[in-house]
C-alpha cells in the first residue's frame, strides 16, 4: 500500500483532483466526510459538541452546521475546542480504513484531509500533494461560485494555514489557478509519475 496525503485550502480545487485520482483507480478516503460520519445523531462526538457549544447547535438530533460554523470561523478558541472534539474521533476512524488495504502491495490509498497542516496529521505518508490556487483567487470563488459573502468568504480562508504553510509541506504541488482541463491534466501526470515510481 502506498498512503498519500492530500490537502488544499478551502476553493482550490482539491475536490477535483481526489475525484480524478479516484478515477484513475486511487482508493480516496475523504476527511470531510468521515467528520460528517463522526457527528452524526447517537455519535459521542455530538453529544460532547452540544456540551460545549450549546443545545442550540443541535437541531432535531442533528447537527445545525451552520450555527456551528458561525461560531468557529468567527472564534479560533472556539474552532480548538471542536477541533479537539472531532479529531481525534476522526483519526480514529481514518486509520482503521488506512488499515484494511496494508496488506495490498497495489493499493494507492489517498487521505484527502483540508486541514492536514492545521490538524498536523499523524500518518506517514508517501508523499503529499497539495491542490494550491492563491488565497485571493479561493475568495473569489467563494463568492462566485458558492454565493458567499466577501468578509465570510476571506474569514473562512484566513482561518486555514496560509498559502506558504501549506506549500512547505508538499512534495508535489497542482497548480488549480487555471483551467479544469489544467488541473486534471497535472493530476493525470501525476498518477503516471505514482504508478512508475517517481512522484517523491
Sequence with gaps: MQLIGL???IAAGKSTVAARLAEHGAIVI????VAREVVEPGEPALDRIAERFGAHVVVGGALDRAALGAIVFADAAARRDLERITHPAVQSRV???IAEHAGDPDAVVVYDVPLLVEARVPHDFAGVVVAHAP??????RLVAL???EQAEAER????QASDDERLAVADVVVDTSGTMEQTIAQTDALWS???EGTAW
Excluded: C, L, P, Y
Excluded at 30 to 33: G, I, K, L, N, Y
Excluded at 156 to 159: D, G, L
Design 7 to 9: 490537502t488544499g485550502g
Design 30 to 33: 475523504d476527511a470531510d466526510r
Design 95 to 97: 486509520a482503521a480504513r
Design 135 to 140: 488565497a485571493e483567487q479561493r475568495i473569489a
Design 146 to 148: 458558492r454565493g458567499m
Design 156 to 159: 473562512r480562508v484566513r482561518s
Design 193 to 195: 509519475a505514482i504508478q
